[in-house]
Structure formats: C-alpha cells, structure tokens
C-alpha cells in the first residue's frame, strides 16, 4: 500500500477525487487564474447572504462556484436554462454540499418555491440577457422571493469589454455601466448598493475602472 511521509494525509488516498464540470474545466485548462476570480465572486455573495434560510442561483453553469455560497446558507436551489449545464452540475454534485439543480428559464417566470426564497443571486448572468428582456428577467428574480428577499446581481462592466476573450464578447450583448446596473436594478428595489470588483478584490472605488459590478437589491417595489 502506497504511504505518504507525513501520516496526516495519509486519509487523502482513501478518498474520491472530486471533479470539475464542463466550463469550470475549461477555465482550469485554459485560465487558471479565471478560476480565482470566480471563486471570488461567490464568495462575496457567501457573505452578503450568510445565514439566510433558503437561497436562489440563477444562471449556475456547471455549478462549480455553488457550494461556497452552500457553505454559508441552510438550502440553495440552483437553476440554468441551459439543461446540458444542469445535467453536468448533478453528475460532479456531493451529497455533502447538498444544492438542487433545476433546469429554468427566468425570462419564462418566478422560480416557484413555498416558502418563496429570501435571497436570490445571479453572477455572469444579466450581461447575457438582451436588454428588451432585461426588466423581466429582473421582475421575476422579484417574483421568486418573499417580501424582505434581497437579490444579488453580478456582471462584468462595460469598460472592462475591450480585455474580454472573443467568446465572452459573443455572449456579453448587456454589459453595463455602474449607473446602468444602478439604475436597472432601482427599477425594482427601493435599496440599491452598488460594489466594484477588480480580480479578487471587492470595492467601493472609482467604477469605470472596475472589471466587474456587483448590485445588491433590498426592498422590493413591486410585491406580490
């Protein structure tokens, strides 16, 4: 039997090996450093929403990123209106970080749940959505949460689109300014705090220099 010198990890050959999914591995092989900056994301939004009892991701991916919001929240429900992507994310899934993949389109209504979700989050998401579709896709991130939800919302910026890679501009066709995300999301909540994110680091500087927006939703104006 093969032994490790130093005996405390010995335990590491008696487990499984967990994988990555189908964009998580792609951005392993050919951005490592990608890696970070996605990991960092969610773990801004672990904290924003650490304690809330039943959470929505929308827009998941392989949901690589998923258990380290799961770390900080009781339940997680994670959907894509892709069904490839929700299939992938159930077969790299743990029974120790348990998250229920659905497949969903949130420009087709509210995610159903009783009790409704108290927060919900979307990370490279918005940017996706046309902006005719925008304030539905908003409107019924509303729908899906109960009457004090708060809703997260995370997007690269628009200055940050002359560095991006030739397939993230094909499917950025909504990225927006801090204003453009502000006044989005104003639309539909009475708070909006808007944060800036460049690599790893989140905060409250100069927007038109930051990579990446992140918004955060409390108060909603149209309750259900």
């Not at 130093?6 to 499984?16: G, K, P, S, V």
């Not at 919001?69 to 120790?96: N, W, Y």
């Not at 998250?99 to 159903?112: A, C, D, Q, W, Y």
Request: glycine letters at 6%; hydrophobic letters at 40%; aromatic letters at 10%.
């Amino acid at each position: 039997m093969n032994k490790t010198k130093e005996t405390q990890y010995q335990f590491l050959l008696n487990r499984d090996c967990a994988q990555f999914g189908l964009m998580s591995s792609q951005v392993w092989q050919d951005d490592p450093r990608r890696l970070c900056f996605l990991l960092s994301r969610y773990k801004f939004v672990a904290k924003m929403l650490r304690g809330k009892k039943n959470v929505l991701e929308v827009g998941c991916a392989d949901g690589f990123g998923s258990r380290v919001v799961k770390q900080e929240v009781e339940r997680l429900t994670a959907v894509d209106f892709d069904p490839i992507f929700i299939e992938d994310a159930k077969g790299i899934s743990d029974e120790r970080w348990s998250v229920e993949f659905k497949t969903h389109n949130m420009l087709e209504g509210p995610v159903i749940a009783l009790p409704k979700f108290d927060a919900c989050y979307c990370c490279d998401v918005i940017e996706h959505i046309d902006p005719s579709d925008e304030d539905i896709f908003i409107s019924n991130l509303c729908e899906s949460l109960t009457e004090n939800g708060i809703a997260i919302v995370g997007s690269p910026s628009l200055e940050s689109q002359v560095y991006a890679s030739l397939p993230s501009k094909e499917g950025h066709v909504n990225c927006k300014t801090a204003d453009g995300l502000r006044d989005l999301m104003g639309r539909h909540f009475v708070n909006v705090l808007l944060f800036s994110m460049n690599d790893e680091v989140v905060h409250t500087g100069f927007s038109p220099m930051a990579h990446y927006l992140f918004a955060i939703g409390t108060g909603k104006l149209n309750i259900s």
